[in-house]
């Protein structure tokens, strides 16, 4: 069965780092792209960026590009995504998913949700 | 960069035919996606490639993309399908994924 697991909610202060985690199961991790999306509190689906596992290959959005950081481990089938200094305006859901490595260009298997929550 | 405009809400009667809608410039030139969220739930795909089902998915959803505006269509609408709805394409110019804003759909 395929599942994509990530850690558990997170209560942080401004200023404050953080790095959560998806790790992947039941595929082969090197077969896949992993992506991270935001969502706000009430609002839509934002994509922030996507890493390829086997070589590392790191794509941003423009939005996100300098404000985040994506990074993967293929020993352990397990995609971060890091910040150095928290803004309340990071407050929201974030969620990881996965995309074929090729030829395919929508994500067919979706984590759990990361709650982050920033306020001091 | 390409943007996808869909409809706030739409609300339908049990039993009754929903349509959402998702426009884009040339949209029936891409291939388009779409994924269901119900309340404090992951998204789940739900369509892909325009009009394909992952397994999974009941028949009373499909999808179809032409000119302007991509459309899923869940027929025979239950109180269970109510759920936001996004749609996505890949927007081969920034080698990015876009979404739309999402469209909330109520079973009234």
């Known amino acids: 069965e395929v599942q994509l697991v990530q850690s558990g909610a997170e209560v942080k202060k401004p200023g404050e780092s953080l790095k959560i985690s998806c790790k992947g199961s039941?595929?082969?991790?090197?077969?896949?792209?992993i992506g991270w999306v935001r969502q706000m509190p009430g609002k839509g689906l934002e994509w922030m960026g996507i890493?390829?596992?086997?070589?590392?290959?790191?794509r941003y959005s423009p939005s996100f590009q300098g404000q985040v950081t994506i990074s993967a481990d293929k020993s352990i089938n397990t995609a971060y995504l890091q910040w150095s200094s928290l803004k309340a305006s990071d407050t929201a859901m974030y969620y990881c998913?996965?995309?074929?490595?090729?030829?395919?260009?929508?994500?067919?298997?979706w984590g759990q949700g990361t709650l982050v929550t920033v306020s001091s | 960069s390409y943007v996808l405009t869909q409809p706030p809400s739409v609300s339908v009667a049990p039993g009754q035919t929903a349509r959402i809608t998702c426009g884009g410039n040339?949209?029936?030139?891409?291939?388009v996606h779409w994924y269901q969220q119900k309340p404090g739930q992951a998204p789940v795909l739900a369509v892909y490639?325009?009009?394909d089902r992952p397994s999974g998915i009941p028949e009373r959803f499909s999808g179809s993309n032409s000119g302007n505006t991509a459309t899923l269509t869940i027929t025979r609408v239950e109180a269970g399908d109510e759920a936001d709805y996004y749609c996505?394409?890949?927007?081969?110019?920034?080698?990015?994924?876009?979404f739309g804003g999402g469209t909330k759909l109520t079973v009234l």
């Open positions: 039941g595929y082969s991790f090197t077969s896949y792209w």
């Open positions: 998913a996965r995309r074929l490595l090729q030829g395919v260009f929508y994500f067919d298997y």
């Open positions: 996505q394409v890949w927007d081969t110019s920034s080698d990015h994924p876009v």
């Open positions: 490639d325009d009009s």
């Open positions: 040339n949209i029936g030139s891409k291939s």
């Open positions: 890493i390829y596992p086997g070589n590392s290959d790191t």
